[in-house]
C-alpha cells in the first residue's frame, strides 16, 4: 500500500481528533462563561452531552443554554461518527499494519551502510538482485510500480516504492552512504536522471546503468555513470564468444556469477594505512604462497592496468588487486592484506 495513503488517513484521524477537542473546548468554556457554570461541571457537562449517555443537565438551562446544547450534540455526533468512518476505513483496508511496516521499512533504510540501490525490478533488476543475493551483499531495490513492489517484497527483498529519478526517493533509501547503485530503468532518460541524481548526492558512488542505444551509453558516460551496459552489445559478444570460445566463456561464467562455483574473483584496494606489502615485490610479498589466491590484474591508481603481473611487480599505494581464487584462499588474502580493503569477500549461501 502506498506511502501517501497512510499518510492521509493518519492525517484525517487526526484532524478529526484536533475537531472533536476544539467541540469540548468551546462547550466547557460556553457552559463556564456563559452559563456561570464551575470549570468542573462545564467539562462534565461538555463529556456527557458528546457522549450522548443520556445523563440529566448538570444545572437547570434555559432555552439558550438548551438551544446551544442542541449544537454541542449535533457538532459532536458529526466528528465522532467521521472518526469512527475513518478509523473503520483504516483498520479494514490495513492501514495501523501498514504503518507499522512503514516504521520498520524507515528503520532498515536508516541502518544501511556501504550498501547497493537497484533501481527497476524488471526482468533485468531480478536477475541482479538474485546475483545479489548469491554473493550476500546488502541492497536495496527501488520501483514505482506496486506490481513489482509486491514481487520484490515476496522473494524477500528490502524493497521501497517511490520515484528513482526524484532526490527524495534516493535519500530515504541511504544513497549517502551507499557504495553503488544501478539503474537497470526501463528508459534510458529514466536511467540517465539517476545518475545524475545519484553524482549529486554522492559523489564517490559507483554508478552502473542500463543503456539500450548507442547514443544513450555515450550520455550516460558523459553523466558520470562508472559503467554502462548495454543488454544488446553486451548480448551479442556473449554470444559470439560463445560460438567461438564456448569453454573460456563457460569458465569465465562460472567463477563471475552463480551459487555453487568453486573459484572466485574478487577486488582489493590496498591502502597504505593498513596493508603491510606497499612498496614491496609480489615476490617479496609471497602472496600466492601464503594464501593460494592468484593475482591476475593490477590497476593503479592512475588507471594503468597491469595484467598478468610478475614477482618484480612493485605494489604502490591505491593499487586494486584483482584475484583469482576460492572462498578460503580470497577470505584468506582479505585478511593478509589488511583490515581495510574494497569490500570484504563473502562466501555465497547455496540455495
Known sequence: MPEQKYQRIQKELMA????????????????????????????????????????????????????????????????????????????IEGYFQEGIRLRQQRRIMESLSGHYIICGFSRTGRQIAKEFRAEG????????????????QTEGYVVFQGDATLDDTLLKVGIERAMCIVAALPSDAENLYTVLSAKTLNPAIRAIARASTEEALQKLQR????????????????????????????????????????LY???????????????QSLQKAKLRSQTGALVLAIRRLDGNLIGGPTGDTVLMPGDTLICMGTAEQLQSLNQVLGPIVSKKVRKPKNS
Open 16 to 91: 478529526g481528533a484536533i475537531a472533536l477537542g476544539c467541540v469540548f473546548m468551546i462547550g466547557t468554556v460556553w457552559y463556564s462563561l456563559v452559563e456561570g457554570w464551575s470549570w468542573e461541571d462545564a467539562a462534565y457537562m461538555t463529556v456527557i452531552t458528546l457522549a450522548t449517555v443520556g445523563y440529566g443537565e448538570t444545572h437547570p438551562l434555559g432555552n439558550r443554554g438548551r438551544l446551544f446544547t442542541i449544537a454541542l450534540i449535533l457538532m459532536g455526533v458529526i466528528n465522532i461518527g467521521y472518526i469512527v468512518n475513518r478509523f473503520t476505513e483504516a483498520v
Open 137 to 152: 551483499v546488502n541492497f536495496v531495490v527501488i520501483d514505482s510500480e506496486v506490481e513489482s513492489v509486491q514481487r520484490a
Open 223 to 262: 553523466a558520470g555513470a562508472d559503467a554502462v551496459i548495454s543488454p544488446y552489445i553486451t548480448g551479442g559478444k556473449r554470444m559470439a564468444a560463445a560460438a567461438l570460445r564456448p569453454q573460456i566463456l563457460d569458465f569465465v561464467d562460472g567463477i563471475l556469477t552463480g551459487t555453487d562455483r568453486q
Open 265 to 279: 574473483m574478487e577486488e582489493f584496494l590496498l591502502d597504505p594505512a593498513f596493508c603491510p606489502f606497499v612498496g
